[in-house]
């Protein structure tokens, strides 16, 4: 396997714990996100703790395609063996589809979407020529149904899912693992949530469970709790009432988020 690890969206989250990770069983890593100072602490905290090299791209997936180019410069000559395409962009709070901004819908498809098929078509070459290597792309539980109020981003989800899907099976043979995970809800910025639970667990407990299910998992939830929650909601629950259940509670989010903006 190559001696370096890619990672998008590495400043916090599940992201920086997969890049501490894979530092610390001495792969080198390529941090990339949008912000410099926020690069350069994780950056900082994983030379502190790892004794690998670890290199930094600062750009942000929402701006489009020309973005790509650079990246591929700055990744030329390193021999990267796993490729983790976390990098995510969510609403704000569950809205209906007319109330969240064109731009923003158009950062999302970019952020969640065109970032995975760019990064994989960069990096992927290199790995089918050495015969080994692994990506691990990080869809969303959203993913396994319509989640109204949140239409593009779980759609977007989807789009990760079936991705990695389809090219696990068309990649299989040349040695490269593909791995599409699909988590619940874990204590991130992004999520919001401000206490972990077993159910939702801290960036760091989840990883620990999730890095172990590569090469073994093709599809995965990431740790226990989470496929807990996946054999309820694909195996037990009927369809109506996981409808029923996600859009309530995407409308109460909503409608706790708009009184909190009017205060």
Request: aromatic residues 8%; hydrophobic residues 45%.
């Amino acid at each position: 396997m190559g001696s370096w690890a890619v990672v998008t969206g590495a400043t916090d989250g599940i992201g920086k714990v997969y890049a501490e990770k894979l530092a610390k069983i001495g792969l080198n890593v390529v941090l990339v996100s949008r912000s410099p100072e926020k690069l350069k602490a994780v950056e900082n905290e994983i030379s502190a703790g790892s004794n690998v090299q670890v290199k930094t791209v600062a750009v942000d997936f929402g701006d489009g395609n020309h973005i790509y180019e650079r990246i591929e410069k700055e990744l030329q000559g390193l021999e990267i063996g796993v490729l983790v395409n976390n990098v995510g962009m969510a609403y704000k709070n569950p809205s209906y589809f007319l109330e969240v901004d064109r731009e923003d819908h158009a950062k999302i498809i970019n952020v969640n979407i065109f970032s995975c098929v760019m990064m994989t078509n960069i990096i992927l070459p290199q790995m089918i020529d050495r015969k080994k290597g692994v990506i691990v792309n990080i869809s969303s539980a959203s993913a396994m149904m319509p989640s109204p109020l949140l239409a593009t981003y779980s759609a977007s989800k989807v789009f990760v899912d079936y991705f990695s899907q389809a090219l696990e099976r068309e990649y299989k043979d040349k040695g490269i693992i593909i791995q599409s995970v699909l988590p619940f809800f874990v204590k991130t910025n992004m999520s919001k949530i401000k206490k972990s639970s077993f159910f939702m667990p801290t960036p760091a407990t989840y990883v620990d469970q999730a890095i172990g299910t590569i090469g073994v998992a093709s599809k995965t939830f990431g740790c226990l709790a989470h496929a807990l929650q996946g054999f309820v909601v694909q195996g037990l629950a009927p369809d109506w009432l996981v409808d029923y259940v996600s859009l309530k509670m995407h409308i109460d989010i909503r409608k706790r988020a708009l009184r909190k903006k009017q205060k």
